[in-house]
């Protein structure tokens, strides 16, 4: 089963234009980390916070963390068509180890 | 890129036969991670390895699925008797460095169809 859940599923926006993903989580953490998918490739990593940061950033991207609410937040800031590709969040569990589990996911088409 | 080989990148076979994928990372990073992605979806959790740890083996989907890692780097996941719904695309990552901020390292994957 999936421990994330990215909201929205697909987000399409214009080139300039801010992009936020959100992602919930159902247990307690150790750390949140955001990655990026290209069609047909790996993944990667983009951002780490821990769970005693309530913020970070990194370029244009802003992620900000609610452990009370268990989310976390995404922000791309004046995107670009390179942008576009699909973003996962994923969570190391408080108790183990660092063992990486996924969300489900959010499709960002940046279009010109 | 990332210090993370995997082969083959594609690979079709017919229902029923046994495939083997192969993830070889760069040397000295003790974790190593095996995922499926089915088409559209998130990443689901295969196996762990960790040093000289016992695997944590808890995402493999049914007995038909194993991995090995030997001598600590290459790793090699074997599905046998394999079903249509095998088809996905298996992802192996590395861990980092020391301070194990558990910071994933991914290959390009191995594109799995059977037909």
């Known amino acids: 089963s999936q421990q994330g859940e990215e909201d929205p599923q697909a987000l399409s926006i214009q080139e300039g234009e801010n992009a936020t993903m959100n992602c919930s989580y159902k247990?307690?953490?150790?750390?949140l980390q955001w990655y990026r998918q290209n069609s047909g490739r790996g993944l990667v990593h983009l951002i780490l916070?821990?769970?005693?940061?309530r913020e970070k950033h990194s370029g244009r991207l802003r992620v900000t963390l609610d452990t009370s609410k268990k989310s976390s937040s995404l922000l791309i800031t004046a995107s670009r068509a390179a942008d576009t590709a699909s973003y996962f969040c994923?969570?190391?569990?408080?108790?183990?180890?660092?063992?990486?589990?996924f969300g489900t996911g959010t499709r960002l088409q940046v279009t010109l | 890129g990332a210090g993370v080989s995997q082969s083959p990148s594609n690979k079709v076979t017919e229902k029923g036969k046994d495939v083997e994928l192969r993830c070889d990372p760069i040397?000295?990073?003790?974790?190593l991670y095996w995922y499926r992605q089915s088409l559209g979806q998130g990443l689901e959790f295969l196996i762990y390895?960790?040093?000289?740890?016992?695997?944590?083996k808890s995402g493999l989907p049914s007995d038909r699925f194993s991995a090995e890692r030997t001598g600590g780097s290459v790793s090699t996941l074997t599905i046998q008797r394999t079903q249509q719904e095998d088809s996905a695309v298996y992802l192996c990552?590395?861990?980092?460095?020391?301070?194990?901020?558990?910071?994933?390292?991914f290959g390009e994957g191995s594109r799995l169809t059977v037909l």
């Open positions: 994923a969570t190391i569990l408080t108790g183990t180890a660092s063992k990486l589990t």
């Open positions: 916070i821990r769970s005693n940061e």
């Open positions: 247990t307690s953490i150790n750390n």
């Open positions: 040397s000295g990073h003790t974790a």
């Open positions: 990552a590395r861990g980092g460095l020391a301070g194990n901020t558990g910071e994933l390292f």
């Open positions: 390895f960790q040093g000289n740890s016992a695997p944590d």
